[in-house]
């Protein structure tokens, strides 16, 4: 009987230790076959697989993007995402950001802003709040990138300069989704995801972006401006520090650094882990009185502002004799009228892609003589 029941054992035992071998074995396959998957995945495909493992779930991840217009080979380095952030970057467009008006119009000191570091604060505070957030920062840094390609020279006064010629008004945003759909590349555009394009479109205080990506920029565009545009009013000696509301700075800080690092954590504490990208109403409300108090003080400041009449009348005046002479405009806009597209808004195409200096420089040559030189 002993004997029986010991074999019976044995083969059990030799049972048991075939199943975990077999289990083992299969175990090792699945893994080297996972391996071997890896291994085949191009850079594009890992960068993707990783958003899916460390991204959270209210992500834009890259490979669940609705594409572009026209559809395109992927990229076997880069996401669909920052593919987008590098064409937004080489675009001609972005580079005349640099003589563009922040709010000192041309200002000669190197210090001001311009609309080219703006976009780069705007794109540092986004980019920081999302990885923060675990949300898709590439995503987040194409939108910040772009959203103000399409402002005009001299500011929110050549804003308003075009918008009262021009008979279907002219809006930035909408002129920065116009530079990345239709202008950039001689009129071919850069074929933007939807995504990028919606949180361009969308990224004024009034507008509702499609993605957490472009609320982030939404608010960072926001943070950013308030905060720069005081640096620039204390730089100018049009404000002073003890002048700023104390409300605002007893909750917000007493510094450009101080008042940047407590938004930027209330904005990341307030929203993680939610659906949105919010700040908390205390925060909220200091902003707005901070903006408002800027409007009162800097954005209609005689002195800050002593020149913004002039701009206007001239890009006012540059309209008029374009539109008169639209045979004086570049080949690519001549192009676009003879395609069929208003002449109108071509005209405002060609004057908002203008940067200040080169506004000047094309109102001298249109209206002031020059002198004989032979
Ligand atoms: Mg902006």
Known sequence: MIRLWQGRKFRQEERLAGTLQWQAMAQMMENSCREKEVEL?????????????????????????????????????????????????????????????????????????????????????????????????????????????????????????????????????????????????????????????????????????????????????????????????IRGGILSEKELPSACTGLLGNCTRDRLNTIVHDVIASSEGTDTVTCSPEIRQAMTDLRSFLFETVYTNPVAKGEEGKAKRMLQELFHYYHAYPELLPEEFMFMIEQGEDREMVVCDYIAGMTDHYAVLKFREMFEPSSWKR
Not at 126 to 153: K, M, Q, S, V, Y
Not at 163 to 183: P, T
Request: glycine share 6%; charged share 30%; hydrophobic share 30%.
């Open 41 to 233: 995945m191009n850079v594009r495909e890992k960068l993707e697989a990783w958003e899916h493992s460390y991204l959270c779930e209210y992500a834009s991840f890259s490979d669940r993007s609705k594409g572009r217009m026209v559809s395109e080979p992927m990229c076997d380095v880069r996401t669909i995402y920052q593919r987008d952030r590098d064409r937004i970057l080489h675009s001609k467009s972005f580079r005349r950001l640099k003589q563009k008006t922040q709010v000192f119009l041309s200002p000669e000191g190197d210090h001001y802003r311009t609309r080219l570091t703006h976009t780069l604060e705007v794109s540092q505070t986004a980019r920081t709040i999302a990885r923060a957030l675990r949300l898709n920062e590439d995503l987040t840094e194409a939108i910040a990138l772009g959203h103000d390609l399409g402002h005009t020279p001299f500011g929110h006064a050549g804003e308003r300069a075009l918008n009262e010629v021009c008979a279907r008004g002219f809006k930035h945003n909408e002129q920065s989704l116009r530079v990345v759909d239709r202008l950039e590349k001689k009129g071919k555009g850069l074929n933007l995801t939807m995504e990028v394009r919606d949180g361009i479109l969308h990224h004024k205080t009034t507008g509702t972006p499609g993605t957490l990506e472009g609320k982030i920029v939404q608010l960072a565009d926001k943070i950013a401006y308030i905060n720069h545009d005081i640096d620039d009013a």
